[in-house]
C-alpha cells in the first residue's frame, strides 16, 4: 500500500502517544524467562511487538490478552524446543532471542526480509555467543542463523561498536547461567542510553548486574532467578518524535498525552532538539505541546543520544534557517536500511538540500519548502516512511511514499493520528 502526502495548511488536536516498543520487547521478554506469572500493562502493538509476543509464546510462554494488558506465564530458564523462529523485520528481538536461543538444544532463525533484516549484521552477538559455548551456523554474521545451546558464563568480550542490542541480550541471558559472568565492552558502545533500558526492566524483574559508569564492564552473578512482576509500558519517544517534528514543520497545535517527563529513552531529547529549533514547544505533566508556526532554526545534534528520532529531526531541519548538523550516527547505517545514504537519496528526491559523511548528516535547511512531486522507496523501514511524511506536508507537490504499510513494524496507527491531527494524507493501493 502506498500513501500520497501533500501540502497540509495546519495540524491540529490531542493524540495519546502509542506505548514504547523497546519497554515493550524488554517487559515481555523478561516476563517470558520468569518462573511465574507477570502482567505487562498497555503492551505496544505492532510488528515489532507481535514478533516477541509470537516467538515467546512458541518457547512456552503461556499468554492470555485482553485490551489493556498481556498475562504471561513464563518458561524460566527452560524454554520450549522449537525447530525455528521468525522473527520478521525486528532487529531487537532478534537479537535478545539468539541469546535466550542459546538455552535450548538447537533453535533456526529464519531470513523473511532477506533486504532489510537480512542485510544486518549479528557478527559481533555471535562471536560472544561462540566464546560462550554455543555452535552457530550462519551466513556471514546474517540470518539465517542456527544457534545450539548449551553455554557456559565466565569472561565475555563483545563489541558496542555497531549496536548495543548484542549488549542487551547478554545481559538477559548471563543471569540464568551458572556461573558468573564477567561481560567486558570493546570499542565505543553506540545507543548507550538503551542498555540504561535494559538495566531497568532487569533491575524491575530482580536480577542483580552490576554496571561500571560508563558501560564498558559488568559482573552478572550467575544462578539467579527472574521474578514475576507487573509492569507499565510508558509512551513511545522514537514513534511520537514524527509527529511532534511533524508539529513544528507546519502551522499547528498539537498535545501528545502519555510522554513521560522523566524517562530513560535517549529520544526524550526530541523536546529539547526541537525547543532549540525555537519551535513553541512545552512539556509538563507527560503532556507535549506544539504550537507550530513552521519558522525553525538549524542546530547541531549528536545524534547517537536518541537514535530512533533522528530521522525526524532531521526531516524538521529540512525546513530550518541554517546548516544542521547530525553527527555520531553511524550507526543508522545498520537499521532497517542504511539510514544515511538510503535516506538522504530519497530526501534529495523529494527536494531537499542534505549531505552525508561516514557517521554524519548535514542538512541545509530550505525554510521555502520543497518541490515534492515524486515516489518515495521506504526501503521497509518505518522511520523513513514518517520522515517522508513531514517533509511531504510542506512541499508544493504531493509526495508518493510506496510500501508505507511497513510503518506497521512500529507505529500502525500513525496515519491514522496524522489524518486525526488534520493532514493532507491519503492510502491508495500500488
Ligand atoms: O535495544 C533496543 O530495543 C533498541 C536499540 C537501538 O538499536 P542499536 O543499539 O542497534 O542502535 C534502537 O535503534 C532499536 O530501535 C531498539
Ligand atoms: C532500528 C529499529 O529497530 P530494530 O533495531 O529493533 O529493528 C527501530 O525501531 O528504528
Redesign the pocket.
Known amino acids: 500500500m502506498d500513501v500520497i502526502v501533500r501540502r497540509t495548511e495546519k495540524l491540529e488536536g490531542t493524540i495519546e502517544a502509542l506505548s514504547s516498543?523497546?519497554y515493550t520487547?524488554?517487559y515481555l521478554l523478561v516476563a517470558a524467562l520468569a518462573d511465574g506469572t507477570s502482567t505487562v500493562r498497555f503492551p505496544a502493538h505492532s510488528e515489532d511487538s507481535d514478533a516477541m509476543r509470537r516467538c515467546i509464546a512458541e518457547l512456552g510462554a503461556e499468554l492470555e490478552e485482553d485490551d489493556e494488558k498481556i498475562v504471561i506465564k513464563g518458561f524460566g530458564r527452560n524454554p520450549k524446543r522449537v525447530a525455528e523462529l521468525n522473527v520478521g523485520n525486528a532487529?531487537?528481538v532478534l537479537?535478545?532471542l539468539l541469546a535466550v536461543a542459546a538455552l535450548s538444544e538447537e533453535v533456526h532463525f529464519v531470513n523473511t526480509y532477506p533486504d532489510s533484516l537480512g542485510k544486518r549484521p549479528h557478527d559481533d552477538l555471535i562471536d560472544a555467543l561462540r566464546q560462550m559455548g554455543a555452535t552457530i551456523d550462519d551466513n556471514g554474521g546474517r540470518l539465517p542463523i542456527t544457534v545450539k545451546g548449551p553455554v557456559q558464563g565466565g569472561k565475555i568480550t563483545v563489541s558496542g561498536e555497531?549496536?548495543?542490542?548484542y549488549l542487551?541480550a547478554l545481559l538477559f541471558l548471563t543471569p540464568l547461567l551458572e556461573a558468573d559472568s564477567e561481560i567486558t565492552v570493546t570499542g565505543d558502545l553506540?545507543?548507550k542510553v538503551?542498555?540504561g533500558?535494559?538495566l531497568e526492566v532487569l533491575e524491575q524483574a530482580g536480577i542483580r548486574v552490576e554496571a561500571n559508569e560508563d558501560y564498558s564492564l559488568f559482573r552478572v552473578p550467575g544462578g539467579q532467578a527472574y521474578r514475576a512482576g507487573e509492569y507499565s509500558v510508558q509512551g513511545d519517544y522514537?514513534g511520537s518524535a514524527a509527529i511532534l517534528s511533524a508539529a513544528a514543520v507546519v502551522p499547528s497545535d498539537v498535545t501528545v498525552r502519555r510522554l513521560a517527563v522523566h524517562s530513560k529513552q535517549g529520544e526524550r531529547a526530541v523536546v529539547d532538539v526541537l525547543k532549540m529549533m525555537e519551535t513553541p514547544l512545552t512539556h509538563e505533566h507527560d503532556i507535549a505541546v506544539v504550537k507550530g508556526n513552521g519558522r525553525l532554526k538549524a542546530l547541531e545534534f549528536d545524534g547517537d543520544a536518541a537514535?530512533?528520532a533522528v530521522l525526524a529531526m532531521v526531516a524538521a531541519a529540512v525546513f530550518a534557517e541554517g546548516t544542521s548538523r547530525f553527527y555520531n550516527v553511524e550507526?543508522l547505517r545498520?537499521?532497517e536500511c542504511d539510514r544515511i545514504t538510503d535516506y538522504l537519496n530519497e530526501l534529495r528526491k523529494a527536494g531537499a538540500d542534505v549531505e552525508e559523511k561516514q557517521a554524519e548528516i548535514i542538512v541545509h535547511g530550505r525554510p521555502q519548502g520543497v518541490a515534492g512531486g515524486v515516489r518515495i522507496d521506504s526501503h521497509y523501514d518505518h522511520r523513513v516512511i514518517m520522515a517522508l511524511t513531514i517533509v511531504g506536508l510542506r512541499a508544493d507537490e504531493p509526495v508518493t511514499i510506496t510500501d508505507a504499510h511497513h510503518v506497521a513494524k512500529?507505529y500502525p496507527g500513525f496515519f491514522d493520528d496524522m489524518i486525526a491531527l488534520g493532514a493532507n494524507v491519503e492510502w491508495v493501493k500500488e
Open positions: 516498543k523497546n520487547t524488554r532487529g531487537a537479537r535478545f555497531v549496536s548495543s542490542q542487551s553506540k545507543s538503551v542498555v533500558q535494559t522514537p537514535t530512533d550507526n545498520y537499521k512500529s
